[in-house]
């Protein structure tokens, strides 16, 4: 088993985030909000841009797990916008590597962006939300502290067959307890 290495995702791993995705996709179709064809038609360029301008905003981060050079785990949180939701952080993009799983890749991408919601001024919760079919990943928001607030009935359908999606929640701090907005940067490797 090689070391894994974690680090904020840059503009040049847009090819081997779309490639990641698009393997998840095709071993696991109904896990992903995208299909594989809809997936597939993602120009590389515009994956690049958004995580260009997520690298430009310092409440956002989309971190990846690295084997050795390769790409094997994403994920990613931003603060929402609107100043009514700031208060909140959307945990999303989830994904590991076939080959790469219950080695605690998921787990740890999801620690490293709790870490880093918390210390974001005024952040007080994150929100995601997931298929009911993709199970280990309920399962393991929910070890994390998440908890299941909303369930969409029919969120997706897929040629003919839907499927439900949970909204989660994770309560960071209460008000009285939101740490002071002096901000900390995630315990990431830069290299």
């Known amino acids: 088993m090689s ?67 390769e790409l094997v785990g994403v994920a990613a949180v931003e603060q929402q916008l609107t100043l009514r939701q700031s208060h909140r952080a959307r945990l999303w993009g989830l994904c590991v590597a076939r080959g790469h799983r219950r080695q605690g890749i998921a787990r740890q991408l999801v620690k490293l962006l709790i870490t880093h919601a918390s210390t974001l001024e005024g952040v007080e919760q994150m929100n995601l939300e997931v298929l009911e079919c993709a199970e280990a990943a309920i399962a393991l928001f929910t070890e994390l502290g998440f908890h299941c607030f909303c369930k969409e009935p029919h969120a997706v359908r897929d040629s003919g067959v839907y499927q439900d999606e949970l909204r989660m929640l994770k309560v960071l701090f209460t008000p009285e307890e939101a740490p002071p907005a002096d901000p900390v940067d995630p315990p990431v490797s830069a290299g």
Do not use: C
């Open 3 to 69: 070391t894994i290495r974690y680090r904020a995702l840059r503009s040049q791993d847009a090819v081997d985030m779309k490639q990641l995705w698009l393997d998840v996709i095709a071993y696991e179709p109904g896990v992903m909000l995208l299909t594989y064809e809809e997936q597939l038609k993602v120009p590389v360029k515009r994956l690049a841009h958004d995580v260009n301008g997520m690298l430009a905003d310092p409440s956002a981060l989309v971190i990846g797990a690295f084997a050795d050079k």
